[in-house]
C-alpha cells in the first residue's frame, strides 16, 4: 500500500518536472514548479524529514514562486501558439550521454533504508560515527530534543553562521544591483 | 514593461485581513518552538515572510512597503547578523572557544533558542527585502 | 544488465535524482529564456537534496526528535546540510532574478540569442 503511494508521488514529481521543462508560455511553467514543490515536500515527509518538509513548503511553493512570478510580471512573456516546446536533439543527446553514466554508477549504492549502509552505523572501526554520537549525546549535552536543532545551532554552529552571512550578501548584492534603495527611484 | 494593473478585489482583502495574524502567530510559534518539535529559524522566518507577500498581494506593494517600513526590514536582517555575531563572541571570555554556548552562565537551551531567533529574524529580514527590490527596485520607465 | 534492471527497481529514489537531474540539466541547456534557465536550475539543486536526504533514510526509523527509550532514528547530519543549502539557493535564485531583470531593464529583452547580438554590438 505504501509503496504504491510512493510510486505515484514518484510518477507526479517526475510528470510535473517534465512538463516544467516543455512548457513553452513562463507562467504556466511557474505554476507547474510550484505544484512539483509540493510534491517533493511530502517526499521529504514520507522520509521522516519533517524540518525540510516544512522549509520546502515554505520556500519552493511559497516564496520561490512568488519572486519568479514578480519577475515574469516585470519583464516580457512571449506569448506564442504551440504549447509545447520542439525538443532540442543536441542538447538531449548531452543530457542522455550524462544520465547513462550516472545510472551506471547506481548499482555500487546501498538502497535506501538499508540498515547496513555506512551511513546510518552508530559505531564504525574508529570509534562513534557522528551519527552515533549526535543522536546519543543531543539530550544530555544540550536539553534540546529536537536532533537537527542541536546539530545545526551547537554542533555546527559556524555553518549557520556562515549561511547567515551569504543570505547577508546576497541582500547586500541585490541593493547595489538596484541602486541602493527598496523604492522606486522616480526622476 | 507590460503595465501592472492592481485589482482590488475584495475576495483577497478579507481572506488576508482573517487569515494574516493566524499566518503570523504560526511563524513565531515555529521559532520558538524549533528545541522540542520539527521547526526552527529557517521556517519561521520564511512563514513570516509569506505573511508579508500575502499582504502585499491583497494591499498593494507599495503601501505594504510602507506600512513595514524599509528600515525596519533592513534593521531585522543586519541586527541578525550583528547578534549572531555577538553570540559568536561572547563565549570566548567565558572560558569556552568560539560559539561554544555551554560555556554561558544560562542554561544551553535558551542560548539555542536565542540563536534560533536571530536565524529567524535574519532569514524573515533577507526574503522580504528580496521580495520588495525585485518589485519596487529600480527606475521609473 | 539483469543485475542494473534489479537494483533500479529497488533503488528508486536514486533514479528520480538521476532523472530530475537529467530534465534539470536539459532545461538550463535549451531554454531561450533567461527565467526558464533559472527554474531548471531550481530543478536540479532539488534533484541533489533528494539524494542527500535518501541516503539518510532508515526504514521503520522515526524523525530525529530523540526521546528517551525511542525507536531507531534517522540520520539528522544530512536534514541540517540540506535545510542550510534550500535557504541559500533561495537567496541565490532572488538574486539571479534581480540580475535578470536589470539586464531586462537595460536590453529590453530576455531572449539568450537576441541578448548575444546586442551585447556584441555595444
Known amino acids: 500500500m505504501t509503496l504504491a503511494l510512493e510510486l505515484a508521488l514518484v510518477g507526479f514529481v517526475l510528470s510535473t518536472a517534465a512538463a516544467t521543462a516543455l512548457l513553452r508560455d513562463l507562467l504556466a511553467s511557474i505554476v507547474v514548479f510550484a505544484a512539483f514543490s509540493l510534491g517533493v515536500s511530502i517526499i521529504w515527509v514520507i522520509l521522516q524529514a519533517p524540518d525540510v518538509a516544512l522549509t520546502e513548503a515554505a520556500v519552493g511553493a511559497g516564496v520561490m514562486s512568488v519572486l519568479l512570478l514578480v519577475t515574469v510580471a516585470k519583464t516580457a512573456r512571449s506569448p506564442d501558439d504551440a504549447p509545447l516546446v520542439s525538443v532540442n536533439p543536441k542538447a538531449l543527446a548531452v543530457v542522455l550521454v550524462l544520465v547513462l553514466v550516472l545510472v551506471t554508477t547506481l548499482p555500487a549504492l546501498p538502497p535506501v533504508g538499508d540498515a547496513t549502509a555506512p551511513a546510518l552505523q552508530e559505531t564504525n572501526e574508529g570509534g562513534t560515527t557522528p551519527y552515533g554520537y549526535y543522536i546519543g549525546n543531543a539530550y544530555d549535552e544540550t536539553g534540546v530534543e529536537n536532533a537537527v536543532t542541536a546539530v545545526l545551532v551547537f554542533y555546527r554552529g559556524f555553518d549557520t553562521f556562515g549561511e547567515a552571512v551569504v543570505v547577508f550578501s546576497a541582500v547586500v548584492g541585490a541593493l547595489i544591483l538596484f541602486g541602493g534603495g527598496m523604492r522606486r527611484e522616480t526622476e | 514593461m507590460i503595465p501592472r494593473p492592481y485589482f482590488e478585489s475584495p475576495i483577497v482583502m478579507t481572506t488576508v485581513r482573517l487569515v494574516a495574524p493566524f499566518a503570523l502567530t504560526y511563524g513565531i510559534f515555529v521559532t520558538l518552538h524549533g528545541a522540542g518539535s520539527p521547526g526552527g529559524g529557517f521556517q519561521g522566518g520564511v512563514v513570516i515572510t509569506s505573511v508579508v507577500i500575502m499582504i502585499a498581494f491583497a494591499f498593494g506593494v507599495g503601501p505594504t512597503l510602507d506600512w513595514t517600513d524599509e528600515r525596519v526590514v533592513a534593521g531585522l536582517f543586519g541586527g541578525g547578523v550583528l547578534a549572531f555575531g555577538a553570540v559568536t563572541l561572547i563565549t570566548v571570555p567565558f572560558g569556552g572557544s568560539l560559539l561554544r554556548v555551554d560555556a554561558l552562565p544560562i542554561p544551553t537551551k535558551y542560548a539555542i533558542e536565542a540563536v534560533e531567533v536571530f536565524i529567524g529574524a535574519i532569514v524573515a529580514g533577507v526574503v522580504t527585502s528580496l521580495f520588495f527590490l525585485l518589485s519596487e527596485g529600480g527606475e521609473e520607465e | ?122
Open chain 3, 1 to 122: 544488465m539483469t543485475g542494473i534492471a534489479e537494483s533500479l527497481l529497488t533503488q528508486y529514489y536514486h533514479v528520480v535524482f538521476v532523472l530530475l537531474l537529467g530534465i534539470g540539466v536539459y532545461t538550463m541547456i535549451d531554454a531561450k529564456n533567461l527565467v526558464k534557465k533559472i527554474i531548471g536550475l531550481n530543478v536540479f539543486q532539488v534533484s541533489v537534496f533528494l539524494f542527500l536526504v535518501s541516503s539518510g533514510y532508515l526504514e521503520g526509523a522515526e524523525p530525529a526528535i530523540v526521546k528517551d527509550g525511542g525507536g531507531p532514528y534517522v540520520n539528522p547530519l544530512p536534514h541540517v546540510l540540506i535545510l542550510t543549502a534550500i535557504v541559500v539557493g533561495v537567496s541565490l535564485t532572488a538574486l539571479a532574478l534581480a540580475l535578470v531583470v536589470r539586464v531586462y531593464q537595460e536590453y529590453g529583452t530576455l531572449d539568450e540569442e537576441h541578448l548575444q547580438e546586442v551585447m556584441s554590438d555595444d
